[in-house]
């Protein structure tokens, strides 16, 4: 059976940072953040948007093209979590109204949940090709001011509909994963934003990488030249540059420049202009394959490294699909990112702790254009007007 993504769409804040008025605030050469890191923007979501928002912008689109109460499950990928017992996917399931025949949970292990959720709902569909799962990967990714981290900051959210014979990508079975207790990146329930071991998390990252490529090619007998195009987890594009440098070296592959370039720039365009987005961050990547490669690549392979850290690690793979063009909503997610508007670093600090004044009840100012947005919190009630 052919299982896989039928439809994927993005969606990230209205406003960004650029790292170009960061450095100017923070004195810093702009070129540690152009070139060194390999980051250009990070969008910065007002107070009145949160990850269900974010989904529900993401999730829309989708809807438009088929009739919501096909969708028998909503999988919720998030580490920026809106409530400890209710799932974000309960609220974006009640603002987008789905049929009230259908499951929801909430998925977490840092960035790695979103991969996770989209595993699942292979699994589901192949118990049961009915089934219509609605994946979403929605996060802000939050550091403390003046941290090294502050740089990589950036949100963002995908979802993809799940399917029997998919139009875009069908994923493959096999994988390789990995799994080990460490502490380079995590936030405690009585934070707001994470705590990192910035030069440690790199190193992790790329050993998990090794580790999982072991195991996908033990799983899978699948070797590099398989594979036409690779799609990393990013939390800022340098990170890419390396975890590819690292996986040729390790399978012993020599690239020309020209090769390397072609096999991950065009997963890298939108991530340079968007910044972090946690879960979301790998399928933003496959999504700006997908809208800047210039040439026809039905048929051809493309695999996927999701890191969460802390860690949980996987790498799988899918193929592309005759037609998938069709299914694709570029000109959408390049709208979204040409409408998005500058912040001067007052006006982000301001965002910044906006968004740490939740209290049990406020009403917020309008700044997120829609069409969904968090309107207030009355009685610790979370609640949302959709335009
Ligand atoms: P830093 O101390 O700000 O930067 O930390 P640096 O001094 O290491 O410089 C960065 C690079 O810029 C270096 O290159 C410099 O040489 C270069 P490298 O040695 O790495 O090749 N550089 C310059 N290049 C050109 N012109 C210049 C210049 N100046 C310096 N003028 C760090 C960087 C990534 C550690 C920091 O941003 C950080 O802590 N980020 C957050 C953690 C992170 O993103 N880790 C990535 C792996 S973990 C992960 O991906 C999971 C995560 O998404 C969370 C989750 O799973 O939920 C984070």
Not at 38 to 46: T, Y
Not at 68 to 79: D, H, M, R, S, Y
Not at 198 to 224: E, I, R
Not at 369 to 375: D, M, Q, V, W
């Amino acid at each position: 059976m052919k299982v896989g993504i039928d439809l994927i769409h993005f969606a990230t804040a209205d406003y960004y940072l650029g790292l170009d008025t960061f450095a100017a605030e923070k004195n810093i050469d702009v070129d540690k953040f152009y070139i060194g890191i390999g980051q250009e923007k990070m969008s910065i979501a007002p107070p009145d948007e949160d990850i269900v928002s974010l989904a529900a912008k993401a999730a829309g689109p989708i809807l438009d093209q088929i009739d919501p109460n096909e969708i028998t499950a909503v999988l919720f990928a998030t580490e920026t979590g809106v409530d400890q017992s209710k799932s974000a996917g309960v609220f974006l399931h009640g603002l987008l109204n789905l049929s009230k025949r259908c499951r929801v949970i909430e998925f977490k292990h840092a960035c790695y949940a979103g991969a996770a959720a989209l595993q699942m709902a292979t699994t589901m569909i192949r118990a049961n090709p009915k089934e219509k799962v609605l994946v979403i990967a929605s996060d802000i990714a939050k550091y403390d001011v003046d941290t090294s981290g502050e740089a990589t900051q950036g949100c963002g959210a995908v979802a993809m509909l799940v399917t029997e014979s998919p139009r875009i990508m069908v994923i493959e079975p096999g994988s390789g994963y990995f799994t080990d207790d460490v502490m380079d990146f995590w936030r405690p329930n009585h934070r707001t934003t994470a705590l990192v071991d910035g030069k440690y998390s790199t190193k992790v990252y790329l050993n998990s990488l090794k580790q999982t490529w072991d195991h996908f090619t033990d799983q899978t007998g699948k070797t590099f030249a398989d594979i036409d195009y690779f799609c990393y987890h990013i939390p800022f594009t340098k990170m890419s540059e390396k975890a590819h440098q690292t996986l040729a070296k390790k399978a012993g592959v020599k690239l020309t420049p020209e090769e390397f370039e072609a096999q991950t720039l065009p997963g890298q365009i939108y991530n340079r202009l968007i910044g972090n987005s946690y879960t979301a961050s790998l399928f933003i990547s496959f999504i700006s394959l997908l809208d800047n490669l210039n040439e026809n690549i039905e048929n051809k392979r493309v695999s996927f490294f999701s890191y969460g850290s802390g860690c949980v690690a996987e790498f799988f793979t899918g193929v592309m699909q005759t037609g998938y063009q069709s299914a694709l909503m570029t000109a959408e997610h390049k709208a979204k990112i040409a409408v998005r508007k500058p912040l001067s670093y007052t006006e982000y600090l301001n965002f910044y702790h906006q968004t740490e004044m939740v209290s049990e009840n406020i009403e917020f100012a309008q700044h997120n254009k829609g069409p969904y947005r968090l309107a207030g919190i009355e009685n610790h009630k979370r609640y949302y007007q959709k335009s």
